[in-house]
Protein backbone atom coordinates (compact mmCIF):
# COMPACT_ATOMS: atom_id res chain seq x y z
CA UNK A 1 0.00 0.00 0.00
CA UNK A 2 1.15 3.73 -0.36
CA UNK A 3 2.75 5.65 2.32
CA UNK A 4 0.08 8.04 3.75
CA UNK A 5 1.15 11.33 5.61
CA UNK A 6 -0.22 12.08 8.92
CA UNK A 7 -2.34 14.61 7.31
CA UNK A 8 -3.98 11.74 5.08
CA UNK A 9 -4.19 9.13 7.58
CA UNK A 10 -6.16 11.70 9.48
CA UNK A 11 -8.40 12.58 6.25
CA UNK A 12 -8.93 8.59 5.96
CA UNK A 13 -10.38 8.73 9.97
CA UNK A 14 -12.64 11.43 9.43
CA UNK A 15 -14.09 10.41 6.23
CA UNK A 16 -17.82 8.66 6.31
CA UNK A 17 -16.94 4.57 6.30
CA UNK A 18 -18.80 4.34 2.75
CA UNK A 19 -15.74 6.69 1.25
CA UNK A 20 -12.93 5.73 3.35
CA UNK A 21 -13.54 2.10 1.80
CA UNK A 22 -13.18 3.06 -1.44
CA UNK A 23 -10.27 5.76 -0.73
CA UNK A 24 -8.44 1.81 0.18
CA UNK A 25 -8.96 0.73 -2.47
CA UNK A 26 -8.16 3.33 -4.40
CA UNK A 27 -4.60 3.69 -2.67
CA UNK A 28 -3.87 -0.01 -2.79
CA UNK A 29 -4.19 0.68 -7.05
CA UNK A 30 -2.19 3.66 -7.04
CA UNK A 31 0.89 0.94 -5.87
CA UNK A 32 0.26 -1.06 -9.05
CA UNK A 33 -0.84 2.66 -11.72
CA UNK A 34 0.82 5.31 -9.62
CA UNK A 35 -0.34 7.97 -12.80
CA UNK A 36 -3.57 7.19 -12.67
CA UNK A 37 -4.79 10.53 -11.61
CA UNK A 38 -4.36 13.61 -13.78
CA UNK A 39 -1.12 15.58 -13.29
CA UNK A 40 -2.08 18.90 -11.63
CA UNK A 41 -0.20 22.31 -12.68
CA UNK A 42 -0.20 25.89 -10.98
CA UNK A 43 1.37 25.63 -7.39
CA UNK A 44 0.86 21.87 -6.77
CA UNK A 45 2.75 21.18 -10.17
CA UNK A 46 4.44 18.00 -9.76
CA UNK A 47 1.78 16.05 -7.88
CA UNK A 48 -1.63 14.23 -8.76
CA UNK A 49 -5.06 14.23 -8.06
CA UNK A 50 -7.30 11.39 -8.66
CA UNK A 51 -11.66 11.45 -8.25
CA UNK A 52 -12.44 9.83 -4.85
CA UNK A 53 -16.64 9.58 -5.40
CA UNK A 54 -17.71 12.95 -6.85
CA UNK A 55 -17.16 15.09 -3.76
CA UNK A 56 -13.66 13.87 -2.98
CA UNK A 57 -10.29 14.00 -4.11
CA UNK A 58 -6.98 12.21 -3.47
CA UNK A 59 -3.73 14.24 -3.72
CA UNK A 60 -0.81 12.27 -4.19
CA UNK A 61 2.83 12.38 -5.64
CA UNK A 62 4.39 9.26 -7.69
CA UNK A 63 7.95 9.14 -7.94
CA UNK A 64 10.74 6.25 -8.74
CA UNK A 65 8.14 3.81 -8.02
CA UNK A 66 6.94 5.41 -4.53
CA UNK A 67 3.35 7.06 -3.91
CA UNK A 68 3.03 9.07 -0.86
CA UNK A 69 -0.56 10.48 0.02
CA UNK A 70 -0.44 13.73 0.89
CA UNK A 71 -4.24 14.74 1.39
CA UNK A 72 -8.13 13.60 0.81
CA UNK A 73 -10.39 16.31 0.71
CA UNK A 74 -13.23 16.93 -0.46
CA UNK A 75 -12.72 19.22 -3.85
CA UNK A 76 -13.50 22.62 -2.75
CA UNK A 77 -10.91 22.35 -0.46
CA UNK A 78 -8.61 19.64 -2.26
CA UNK A 79 -6.76 22.44 -4.44
CA UNK A 80 -6.09 24.90 -1.91
Known amino acids: MAKLARRAEK ?9 ATKAREIIRRLDQEPHLG ?18 HRIIYTASQGQVIVLTISHRRDAYR
Do not use: I, M, Y
Not at 11 to 19: K, M, S
Not at 38 to 55: C, I, V
Open 11 to 19: DLDRLPEAL
Open 38 to 55: RRLAGPLQGKRATRLGRS
